[in-house]
Structure formats: C-alpha cells, structure tokens
C-alpha cells in the first residue's frame, strides 16, 4: 500500500511533508575493541570475582563489537569528577557538533544561515549556553535562528527530535531546520560504581553524533530525492519513571537501567505501533523499512517478536550496535544515514523508532 498526502485542515489542498535532505553521522577518532574495552575496565576498577564474571559476561553478551570514545582511553582513570568530566564533554561535544553540522549541510547543499530552526539533543554532559549557541559564530548561523534544546530525552532524543522538526516545518513550509545529537556516554563512567547496571552500561554504550537538516514542503534545496517524515507519535509509559535515566551524584552520572525495560516492550509496542499505523490507514504489512534504535540485545530481540517482524528487517541496528556500539540519541539516526544509503525505491514506506527515559517510545513513519 502506499501513502498519499492529507488535506490540510480546512483548505482542502493536499500538502506535501517535510523533507530529509541530509543525514551525516560521525564518530570520535578513538576506537575500540570491545575486548580490549574489557580488559581495561577490569584493571581500573576495583571490582571483586563475582563482579569482573559478570563484567565480562555482560561485554561478551552485548553484541557489540567495537565503539569509539570521545577520549583516548588512558586518559578516562584521569578524570576525578563531574567538573572534569564535563569539561571533556564540553570540548569533544562541540567538535563533532560542528563536523556533524558542517557534513549535513554540505550534504544538502545549504549554509548555516540557511538554518531557520534549531534542535540540539544530548543528555550526557552539561551545556549552558546551549552546545548550538556556543557554536553559532563559529558556524554561521543568524542571529534570529529560533534555538530548542533537549536534554533528558537519552536514547530517545534523535527520534524525538525529528519529530519535532516535523512538527515545526509542517507550518512553516519555507523554511529550513537542524537536527543535532551529541552523546558521549564514556565520559558517564563511574568507575567506582559496580552496580549491575553499570556493568551493562559499561559493555553497551559509546560516543558519537549526528546531524539532520530538514526542509519544508516550499523550500528548495539541490541535494538528492531525499525522504519525507509523514507523522509522528509519542507515548509516554505510566509508572516507569525509575526504569532508565541519571541518579545525579558528586561523583558524576550513575546510570538507572532498570530490568522491566523489555516487560513494557513486550507489553505496549505491538499495540501502539499498530494504533499509530491504522491512524494512517496503513498495517505492520506496508512498513518495507524498520529504522531501529540499537538499545541493547535484549530490547532489540524483544522488538523483532513483538512486531513479527523478518530477520533481514533490523539488520542494520544490529550492524550498528555491533560497530558503534549504543550511542544514545545519535543512534537512531546512523541507522537512519544507513538506510538511506541503500537508497529504498521511491515510495517505500518505513517506521523509524527509539524508547528512552521516562520511560517513552516515539515513532515517525517515513517516505522514500
């Protein structure tokens, strides 16, 4: 089945929807086996039998291959708190900000003064002024560009953040918006907490971002065919507050992960996914594209068999997670870049998705 335009409300027209017309992920210089990984977190921390067994348990079972950190991994024992760490996250942070933006314009053939609306995601260090007015100078956005940053989203920041770039250019058809997401989830480490949820955070969490620029249905740009963002939904899940987030500390971040995450997968995807695709007279059957986010082993399997779906469909979040490793907001968006790249036929209709803290779920359905 394909998916034709609506009419805008009261008019009668048909509107055509917003557009990607880039998507540039880039990652930090310093990679990393997961193995060697391992190793080095067994020989910093302080961390009896039982728990380096688990330790390298949760690193063997994760999936993942390789990832890349925002430092050079001797440097992490360096760092003795908060303030540290967060002066490294400031200056990483901005560096793949501006070689993700500079990418992803380049890509659409635009500028930075181009820029009309500005969305900046990262949830891993501190930034106020914003990671995107520290930046605006030396990018060369105008002064008037309307900024929105977003902080507290986690993994499902880069979903969101599309959406509310959809949100923003479904009324403002001449203009032109920017997606940003930062982690660098390395810099969180607390190698003085051996709870078993940062062990597993320990093995599944890297470094990264991404940049997407968005165009109206009005305004032109010489990049590719692109894809179009048709409709979003957000949910929220009651009573999940504590299942993933930060416990702020003097220390720095200490990871909430809790084990339910899966429960309320299996419990509340199937149905919302369907909901969401019947609003639009579609079903599970149109979706040729499933744009996952790599939360982990676990979540990904639990969302296979949720939505039936074949074992081709999630290929590349599994390719992802195996080479980055779960990049948290920025993730979803690489699998997007990926996805693009294989260049679906025109007409091709996908669903990306990512769950995060909360606990929520976003789902934006999408047009090749």
């Not at 940053?149 to 203009?175: E, K």
């Not at 971040?253 to 579609?282: C, K, M, Q, S, T």
Request: overall charge negative; glycine content about 8%.
């Amino acid at each position: 089945m394909s998916w034709t335009p609506s009419p805008v409300a009261g008019s009668g027209e048909l509107w055509e929807p917003p557009r990607v017309a880039s998507v540039r992920g880039v990652l930090p210089k310093n990679r990393y086996e997961q193995a060697t990984l391992t190793d080095a977190l067994i020989d910093w921390t302080l961390l009896g039998e039982e728990r380096r067994r688990l330790l390298r348990q949760f690193h063997a079972n994760s999936a993942v291959r390789s990832r890349h950190l925002a430092l050079p991994l001797e440097e992490y024992p360096k760092l003795t708190g908060l303030g540290q760490a967060n002066d490294a996250y400031l200056a990483a942070a901005l560096e793949l900000v501006e070689e993700a933006v500079t990418g992803a314009l380049d890509e659409a053939s635009l500028k930075a003064a181009d820029i009309d609306f500005v969305v900046c995601a990262s949830t891993t260090g501190i930034a106020t002024p914003s990671l995107d007015a520290r930046l605006a100078d030396r990018l060369g956005f105008r002064p008037e560009v309307k900024r929105m940053p977003l902080h507290g989203l986690g993994c499902v920041a880069g979903a969101a953040g599309l959406a509310r770039l959809h949100d923003y250019l479904l009324h403002r058809p001449d203009q032109v918006a920017l997606l940003v997401a930062v982690e660098l989830c390395s810099l969180t480490l607390q190698l003085s907490d051996d709870s078993l949820p940062a062990l597993i955070g320990s093995a599944l969490f890297g470094d990264g971002a991404a940049a997407v620029v968005m165009t109206g249905a009005d305004r032109c740009c010489a990049a590719g065919r692109g894809s179009r963002i048709l409709a979003t939904r957000s949910r929220l899940y009651p009573g999940t507050e504590r299942l993933m987030g930060w416990d702020v500390t003097d220390s720095g971040f200490n990871i909430v992960l809790g084990h339910g995450i899966p429960a309320v997968i299996e419990r509340y995807l199937a149905e919302d996914v369907d909901r969401f695709l019947a609003d639009h007279h579609l079903s599970r059957r149109d979706i040729d594209r499933w744009v996952c986010h790599p939360g982990g082993p676990k979540v990904l399997r639990t969302i296979e068999d949720r939505l039936e779906l074949p074992s081709a469909a999630t290929d590349l979040t599994w390719r992802s997670l195996s080479e980055i490793g779960n990049v948290s907001s920025a993730s979803v968006l690489h699998v997007l870049r990926d996805t693009n790249r294989q260049e679906p036929p025109p007409g091709t209709l996908g669903l990306l998705m990512a769950v995060g803290p909360g606990f929520c779920a976003e789902f934006v359905l999408v047009r090749w």
